[in-house]
């Protein structure tokens, strides 16, 4: 990427503005050496379609980023509205480090050997096929390999607080013409 | 990428787990040989502060494509929860196409002279540093260099619908130990 030219106020804007787009929330985990690790991360992007693929955007001092880009496999578990516990440890809000993180919610074994969070609205076994250099952070480009979808209502990650779609009716739909 | 190796249940599971992750909704714009090309996204994503960039995931169809790949600029619109029907426009599910599109909504020009929408909970303009492969879609890395940041309730897309948080409350806390 080209050198670092963004000056604070540019910075402060940008934080400002991506705090007002929302996103749903997932649980990212892998195993490594016999150890569980896992991040939040409200970075999970659909990609395509053929082959099922998906990008994580990953910090690199987060503690499960080495071992993901070591065994190149994670698991995504994307989170219901009932899970938002299970979003602060893995998101750093709470004392919960390193494994013990686990600890604080059922998990369970994909398949593939994966952490799969149990209650989830869907899980994901991923293999990480390119790690693309996004400065501060990688960019995970990932093949799914198995899901499995319960459903349910959503966390959603907005202006730094978790919220549910659950309560919240459709927008309703204005014909064209209509204007915004 | 790797070889296509999915199944049809495999790509079917993991359209409808894709479809549970909820998402901010963008109209991405850029202006190329003199005409305005746009395109809504929900595959905006926050990369680093540092510079400050983001992430987008194109598919390689799109009308809006190639001149965001030749001009290499674009602009970011976060849609607000009243603008579900630019949102439609620019989904493909109204009747407009091509610069047309632009006429159902009021549309200002940005400092860079990329196309901003109006009213929208911010506008952002990026430059395509690099533009990595996703098979049927194209990753864009962006630098961001301008922003601005009105803010408001978000148009949230999710199971194939638009919703907004403007109604919902934050999801209650729980406190640590308490469980999901």
């Keep these: 990427m080209a050198p670092e030219i963004a000056t604070d ?5 940008f934080r400002r503005g991506m705090r007002g787009l929302a996103g749903g929330v997932c649980v990212i985990a892998t195993e490594y050496e016999g150890l569980r690790y896992g991040l939040t ?16 955007c990953v910090n690199r001092d987060a503690e499960a980023h080495d071992p993901i880009c070591r065994t190149r496999a994670l698991s995504v578990n994307v989170l219901s509205a009932s899970q938002q516990s299970t979003a602060r440890v893995f998101g750093g809000l709470e004392t919960e480090r390193g494994p013990l993180r686990f600890a604080e919610a059922d998990w369970t074994r994909s398949a593939a050997g994966l952490p799969a969070l149990i209650g989830c609205l869907s899980n994901l076994d991923c293999h990480v096929e390119e ?50």
Tied chains: 1, 2.
């Design 9 to 13: 106020s540019l910075r402060e804007a």
């Design 41 to 56: 991360v409200t970075s999970v992007c659909s990609l395509s379609l053929r082959p099922p693929s998906l990008v994580i």
């Design 131 to 180: 790690i693309a250099d996004g400065r501060t952070h990688s960019i995970l480009i990932c093949a799914v390999r198995a899901v499995s979808v319960d459903g349910g209502a959503p966390l959603v990650y907005w202006e730094r607080d978790f919220h549910t779609l659950a309560d919240a009716r459709p927008v309703a739909a204005h014909a064209p013409g209509d204007g915004p």
